[in-house]
C-alpha cells in the first residue's frame, strides 16, 4: 500500500511559539492532502484540504491565518500552526489520496502537539 | 443531518463473538465506501472497502452494502480483545477526492 509519512511524531512548544508538521507521501503522487485534528475521545475533524500549488480549502471555524498550509509540490504538504497555545493542543493527521475510482485515504502516523 | 451516522458505542461484544458495526450515508451518489480501525493514539488503518451491493468478505471480516437503503455495516466475526478499537466508517464520492468519516464506534471485546 501507498506509504504516507508525517513529521514530528511528537511536539512540545511554548505558548506563543509556531510549530511545522510535515506529510509527505513517499512512493506516490498526492494531488490532494487533508489535515484533520483530533481531540482526546473525540473523532476525526477534517480542518481543511491542501490540493498542490493552489490554496487550501478551509473547514468552517477553522481559521485559515492561524493554521497555514502550504503544499508546494505533489509529495509534501505541510501546516504550520501559528502563535499556538494550549487550546491547540491535539492530535494532528494528514492523510493524501491517490487518484481513482476507489479512493482510499492513506493516513500519516500523526503529530500529538502540546503547548505548554 | 449528517453525512455519515454511526453509534458512538461504546459497542462491547464477548470474546469470540460475532461485531456488528452499522454506519448510514446521505449521499447518494457515493461510489466507494471504507471501514478504518483506529487504536487510541494513532492513526486510522484501512481495514476494508465495498463498492458493489451485497457482500464482501476478507478474513474475519465481512462489509455489506445496500445502496438502496443507504447502508454499509461491517461484521467482525470470531472478536478477538485485540479488536478493540474505534471503527471509522467512510466514503468517497464523486471526481473531488475528498473521504468523508463517520464520527466512529467504539468496539470492545471483553476476554
Known amino acids: 500500500g501507498a506509504v504516507v509519512s508525517q513529521h514530528p511524531s511528537w511536539v512540545i512548544c511554548k505558548s506563543g511559539t509556531s510549530v511545522k508538521i510535515e506529510c509527505r507521501s513517499l512512493?506516490?503522487?498526492?494531488?490532494?492532502m487533508f489535515w484533520y485534528r483530533q481531540f482526546p475521545k473525540q473523532s476525526l475533524m477534517l480542518m481543511a484540504t491542501s490540493n498542490e500549488g493552489s490554496k487550501a480549502t478551509y473547514e468552517q471555524g477553522v481559521e485559515k491565518d492561524k493554521f497555514l498550509i502550504n503544499h508546494a509540490s505533489l509529495t509534501l504538504s505541510t501546516l504550520t500552526v501559528t502563535s499556538a497555545h494550549p487550546e491547540d493542543s491535539s492530535f494532528y493527521i494528514c492523510?493524501?489520496?491517490?487518484?481513482?475510482?476507489?479512493?482510499?485515504?492513506?493516513f500519516g502516523q500523526g503529530t500529538r502537539l502540546t503547548v505548554v | 443531518q449528517k453525512e455519515v451516522e454511526q453509534n458512538s458505542g461504546p459497542l462491547s461484544v464477548p470474546e469470540g463473538a460475532i461485531a456488528s458495526l452499522n454506519c448510514t450515508y446521505s449521499?447518494?451518489?457515493?461510489?466507494?465506501f471504507f471501514w478504518y480501525r483506529q487504536y487510541s493514539g494513532k492513526s486510522p488503518e484501512l481495514i476494508m472497502f465495498i463498492y458493489s451491493n451485497g457482500d464482501k468478505e476478507d478474513g474475519r471480516f465481512t462489509a455489506q452494502l445496500n445502496k438502496a437503503s443507504q447502508y454499509v455495516s461491517l461484521l467482525i466475526r470470531d472478536s478477538q480483545p485485540s479488536d478493540s478499537a474505534t471503527y471509522l466508517c467512510a466514503f468517497h464520492s464523486g471526481g473531488y477526492q475528498k473521504v468523508t468519516f463517520g464520527t466512529g464506534t467504539k468496539l470492545q471485546v471483553i476476554p
Open positions: 492523510s493524501a489520496t491517490r487518484q481513482g475510482v476507489y479512493t482510499e485515504a492513506f
Open positions: 449521499d447518494r451518489g457515493s461510489q466507494s
Open positions: 512512493d506516490f503522487q498526492a494531488t490532494t
